[in-house]
């Protein structure tokens, strides 16, 4: 190995960071997001053994995985180090040095792992092995078989233990290839001819396409000056004929490759074994990614070309010193060199910046080549995701001009003509793409014939139409028809589960659910979602205990978060208090914005009457949501509650000028204002206003017969009371102070008496409003929403009227209490009913 000074890596560096340093600038962008942003397998929580058994992409490796999904830098380090190892396995006398030998064997291994072209590196070591470290040329190697397989002669020593070395390499190899095989079960990547068209195409199409592809590869490493993100789909036509001419650069490609290969094997020296090792670099390499044994999954990928462009360099390298050892060529091949370093850099700072965002990158991509349709749809989706719905739209029009039978494309269509609101115009179109999807043949796997990705027409068009109350039927035949052409295909199951929630079928839900769960036990959202469909089933434990190991997958999962701790609260176990809180101060964590964890922290300390706690963290909720409705209401009952009911006013005033019908709110005002300020005209106003909403509301009517009472009008307190018995006759409390008023009537001697106990008020103790228990969810993909059912509504008239008469002789302290406590939950599940019939 040749020494390095010093100086030659220091200007190696200097070169390197002056070309790229502009590349720090630039965001994640294509498959980064893929690879990065959106991989589970760079979670903490995730194990160490799945980065095994997925791919680079974060998916597992037994699902439709291509040969591409590994990082070309880092399997060419292992790669590189793996072949310096072996180059050490030659002792004194051409003897065996075994641990550069298994360090080499286990650095393929890794660079596999990183890339499955890691493995070629095995052919290289081969390669070095036979002519250069023993030095043979191929006449010399032909001679000495020959003489061996005639009886002429034995195998010399050092070709046995080249033999052996060579052994332990392909045994290791082999050993390689079948856990590779293992992992992915047998079979190959399945790619879609919008991927990869030639791979599809019939002879001699195919093999012509195929072989004019190595000329095209030569050509980028030769001139990288049309560089593209993206060579699939029509990026380059295919050949169809003999006569293309297309094929001379078939030829000559192919002209030049044997004219190198013949000289680098049959003459010796050291020249022909540079060639030889730069021909290796560049071929072998490549092998995996050439379409010649088996497709792959694009058309040309300047990625695959990063080992291969090693040997270009070395075959580049070595011609320009044999010029410049020329005294008449010495000074113009250095002038040469400048400018090829120069010029070349400059074009690689150049092209940094357009990997600065994904819409930069593609719209470079297409000043290339203008017939890829993926990359008018790639700029589609980098304006889409800017909400440039209008301009994404252009884009994905013009894809499907490009190539008409695109699916994905009409699916893009679909999808912004959504966003735009063109409801008629996204069914048209994923109309479109559903009518090209390849029909059922029997007998014939049908996901072996499209892309996974596709048959997600059926789930956004399903999505679309079961808006319409009238078509949830039509919507669950798509999500049926998708699960009967791909089993395993989890979203169908997880939004068909969703359509049956809103169906109203909740054990059919909950099949659905189950069925994901077989395909995908470590997904957090689908324990979840399964949580919901237990609380339609009214079975809270399950629920629980579902919600429960969502958070084990997931400790940060917000929605199981929040209404697993509202599951808690709304059970009424008071050991479970502690951890709803627990599980509330970790949702406030995770969504510091969010006023309904604030509003649900104060509702848990009223239950453990903590009224100083209660009044910071309803504070906190207000001040995130200035017109929180519950908020405001239970606020000011808690301050009334605590004889601060000149606190409560300012709050009631505010809650009734963003909701001026809040009919308790209007009687807690009228309360406070009769009981505190002696405010009899405007209590009187707040249940008068309270009877034009709601006529036979019991609770306003009986304490407008109050405010009469207080104005000493005993007949029209008198005439009223009435007409609230008659809508609550079996109220005894009315009743009696009825009677209250016929015996000051009649009484010669009227003596003004209170109705209500003093301090007291109509509102009723404990008349908390409980938490908004509905969480939005913003996309299709993402878990359902919490459903919660909530009791009959026609109990809730009862549950208003309040018996002030506390003294209750024939009942004992434990039953009054009990009977309390039942009254307060009633009183939390109407308004809760209230909230959610008013949408809030």
């Known amino acids: 190995m040749a020494d390095i000074n010093l100086k030659e890596v220091t200007l190696i560096i200097g070169v390197v960071t002056a070309c790229y340093w502009n590349s720090l600038f630039c965001g994640f962008v294509f498959d980064d997001v893929s690879a990065i942003l959106d991989n589970k397998d760079l979670h903490p929580s995730t194990p160490l053994k799945t980065l095994f058994q997925n791919d680079f992409w974060g998916t597992p490796m037994s699902e439709v995985t291509g040969v591409v999904g590994r990082a070309e830098l880092l399997s060419s380090i292992f790669f590189l180090a793996a072949f310096l190892s072996y180059t050490k396995s030659k002792g004194p006398d051409n003897s065996i040095v075994w641990t550069p030998i298994a360090l080499t064997v286990f650095l393929v291994a890794v660079a596999t792992l990183c890339k499955e072209q890691g493995i070629t590196v095995v052919g290289i070591c081969c390669v070095y092995e036979v002519f250069i ?14 003489q061996f397989l005639r009886g002429k002669g034995s195998i010399p020593f050092s070709m046995l233990q080249t033999l052996i070395k060579l052994i332990v390499l392909m045994f290791s190899t082999l ?35 195929f072989n004019y592809l190595l000329p095209v590869n030569a050509w980028l490493l030769l001139n990288p000056s049309e560089l593209c993100c993206d060579w699939t ?16 650069a078939t030829f000559a490609f192919f002209c030049l490759l044997g004219a190198l290969g013949i000289f680098s094997l049959r003459y010796p020296g050291d020249s022909s074994k540079t060639v030889l090792m730069a021909l290796c670099l560049m071929v072998l390499p490549f092998i995996p990614a050439s379409n010649l044994f088996f497709p792959v999954g694009f058309v040309v990928a300047e990625r695959v070309l990063y080992v291969p462009s090693m040997g270009f360099c070395i075959l580049v390298a070595h011609g320009w010193q044999k010029i410049s050892n020329k005294s008449v060529l010495k000074k113009l091949s250095w002038m040469c060199l400048s400018v090829v370093i120069l010029t070349h850099a400059l074009k690689t700072l150049h092209r940094n910046w357009d990997w600065e965002s994904e819409y930069t990158l593609f719209m470079s991509a297409l000043k290339v080549n203008k017939n890829n349709a993926k990359l008018w749809n790639n700029v589609g989706h980098a304006l889409e995701n800017e909400k440039n719905f209008e301009r994404a739209l252009k884009f994905f029009l013009q894809a499907t001009h490009v190539q008409p039978d695109d699916i994905g494309a009409h699916m893009n269509v679909g999808r912004t003509y959504k966003n735009l609101n063109r409801t008629r115009e996204a069914e048209e179109s994923y109309m479109m793409a559903k009518s090209l999807m390849p029909q059922i043949i029997p007998g014939k796997k049908y996901a072996a014939r499209i892309a996974p990705n596709h048959l997600n027409v ?29 089993p395993d295909f989890k979203q169908a199951y997880i939004s068909r589960g969703e359509l049956l929630l809103k169906m109203n079928k909740p054990l059919k839900a909950k099949e659905a659910y189950l069925k994901a769960l077989e395909l995908d036990r470590n997904n957090a959202d689908l324990w979840y979602n399964l949580a919901i469909v237990y609380i339609e089933l009214k079975e809270p434990n399950e629920a629980l205990k579902n919600f429960n190991r969502a958070l084990e997958l997931n400790p940060k999962h917000k929605l199981a978060l929040f209404n697993s701790a509202i599951l808690m609260q709304e059970s009424g176990e008071v050991k479970l208090r502690p951890e709803a809180r627990k599980r509330l101060l970790n949702y406030v964590n995770e969504e510091p914005q969010d006023a309904n964890g604030y509003f649900n922290l104060g509702m848990l300390a009223m239950d453990d009457n903590k009224d100083t706690e209660a009044e910071i963290w309803m504070k906190k909720a207000i001040k995130l949501q200035a017109d929180f409705r519950s908020a405001l209401f239970n606020l000011a009952l808690l301050y009334s509650q605590t004889a601060k009911e000149l606190k409560a006013l300012p709050i009631l005033e505010e809650l009734l000028r963003y909701y001026p019908d809040h009919i308790k709110g209007l009687i807690l005002k009228g309360d406070i204002l009769m009981n505190q300020k002696k405010d009899i005209l405007g209590a009187k106003k707040c249940f008068e206003k309270i009877l034009e909403m709601d006529p036979s509301n019991v609770q306003g009517k009986h304490n407008l017969c109050v405010v009469y009472f207080e104005e000493k009008d005993l007949f029209k307190a008198e005439r009223c009371l009435v007409e609230t018995l008659a809508l609550a006759p079996h109220e005894e409390y009315i009743q009696r102070h009825l009677s209250i008023v016929r015996d000051k009537i009649s009484s010669s001697s009227f003596i003004e008496q209170p109705i209500f106990p003093p301090g007291k008020t109509s509102v009723g103790e404990g008349n908390k409003i409980p938490a908004e228990n509905v969480k939005e969810i913003g996309s299709e993909s993402r878990p359902t929403q919490m459903i919660k059912t909530s009791d009959n509504k026609s109990q809730s008239n009862k549950q208003l009227a309040k018996n002030t008469d506390k003294e209750a002789p024939h009942k004992t302290t434990k039953d009054i209490k009990e009977i309390e406590k039942k009254r307060v939950a009633a009183l939390k599940r109407l308004e809760e009913i209230e909230r959610i019939l008013n949408g809030e």
């Open 233 to 248: 789909m029509g990026t380059i036509p295919l050949i169809e004929s003999f006569l293309d001419i297309r094929n001379l």
């Open 458 to 486: 059926y789930i956004n068009l399903a999505n679309l139409i079961r808006a319409n109350e009238s078509r949830l039927e039509e919507a669950d035949q798509l999500y049926r028809q998708a699960i009967s052409m791909r």
């Open 175 to 209: 050993l390689l290839v079948v856990i590779r095989v293992q992992v992915i079960q047998s079979q190959l990547p399945v790619f879609t001819r919008f991927d990869n068209p030639a791979a599809v195409s019939p002879t001699p199409t195919r093999q012509l396409t």
């Open 133 to 146: 470290a023993q030095g043979y040329t191929l006449p010399l190697l032909c001679t000495t078989a020959g």
